[in-house]
C-alpha cells in the first residue's frame, strides 16, 4: 500500500515562494506517476504537475515557468517548487501516485486516476 504525506504549506504574499514536499512509501516498485494537485475552497481537484518514472514532467498551463515538479534520488520525497506565487494558487495542495508506464503519466491529470492520496497541505497566498 503506497502512502503519501504532504508538508511545506503556509501563507505568503503574492510573488513568494514556497516548497512543498511529499513523502512516499510503500512502493512495490518505480513504475509510478506522481502528481500534485490543488483543491480551492467550492471548486474541483485539479492537476498542477505530474512526474513519470522515467523522469519526464507535466505541468498545468497556469503554472508553467512558475513551479517545479521533482523527486529525490532515492524517490522517497516528491517536491513541489512553487514561485511566483499568486492569489489564485490559494488550495489545497495534495499529491498522489498511481502505477503507471510513463506513458500514461502524460495524460493522467484527472483525480480520479490516482488511487493513493495524501491528506492535503494549505496554502494561501495573498494579494
Known amino acids: 500500500q503506497v502512502q503519501l504525506s504532504e508538508s511545506g504549506g503556509g501563507s505568503v504574499q503574492a510573488g513568494g515562494s514556497l516548497r512543498l514536499s511529499c513523502v512516499v512509501s510503500g512502493y512495490a516498485d518505480n513504475n509510478y506517476c506522481l502528481g500534485w494537485f490543488h483543491q480551492a475552497p467550492g471548486k474541483g481537484r485539479d492537476g498542477v504537475a505530474r512526474l513519470a518514472s522515467d523522469g519526464s514532467t507535466s505541468y498545468a498551463d497556469s503554472v508553467k515557468g512558475r513551479f517545479t515538479i521533482s523527486q529525490d534520488n532515492a524517490r522517497n520525497t516528491l517536491y513541489l517548487e512553487m514561485n511566483s506565487l499568486k492569489p489564485e494558487d490559494t488550495a489545497m495542495y495534495y499529491c498522489?501516485?498511481?502505477?503507471?508506464?510513463?506513458?500514461?503519466?502524460?495524460?493522467?491529470?484527472?483525480?480520479?486516476?490516482?488511487?493513493?492520496w495524501g491528506q492535503g497541505t494549505q496554502v494561501t497566498v495573498s494579494s
Open positions: 498522489a501516485a498511481v502505477p503507471s508506464t510513463p506513458r500514461y503519466c502524460v495524460n493522467a491529470n484527472n483525480h480520479e486516476q490516482y488511487p493513493f
